[in-house]
């Protein structure tokens, strides 16, 4: 069982910068592909990035393409997503979630995850 712990999150003004983090106990986060997606108040969830157990593949929406990075930790039991240029479109929840990638996954698709975090609220002023 991984649980999934995401933190980082806050208020910035447009055109600031973020870093959330995702830490996993219960297992080796090393062993799944782990993704972000966010949710904004009356939308649906989506997906905004992804990246594989060997950190070597990473995966963006396209309206975050060139302003988020995501990469692991040295301990590779954290998946981070770097957020910069932020507007205010990119208000949400942002969960982090992990998934056998070996198994079903498809790093866009929520419903191929297995684990999720609680979510850490993002807001960017204007």
């Known amino acids: 069982q991984v649980q999934l712990v995401e933190s980082g999150g806050g208020l910035v003004q447009t055109f600031g910068a973020l870093r959330l983090s995702c830490a996993a106990s219960g297992a080796s986060l090393s062993d799944y592909g782990v993704g972000w997606f966010r949710q904004a108040p009356g939308k649906e969830r989506e997906f905004v990035s992804a990246?594989?157990?060997?950190?070597?593949?990473?995966y963006y929406t396209n309206s975050v393409k060139g302003r988020f990075v995501i990469f692991r930790g040295n301990s590779r039991n954290t998946v981070y997503l770097q957020m910069s240029n932020l507007h205010p479109e990119d208000s949400a929840v942002y969960y982090c979630a992990a998934g056998n990638e070996y198994g079903n996954w498809r790093y866009d698709d929520g419903a191929t995850y297995d684990y999720w975090g609680q979510g850490t609220q993002v807001t960017v002023s204007s």
């Open positions: 990246i594989r157990s060997s950190g070597l593949s990473t």
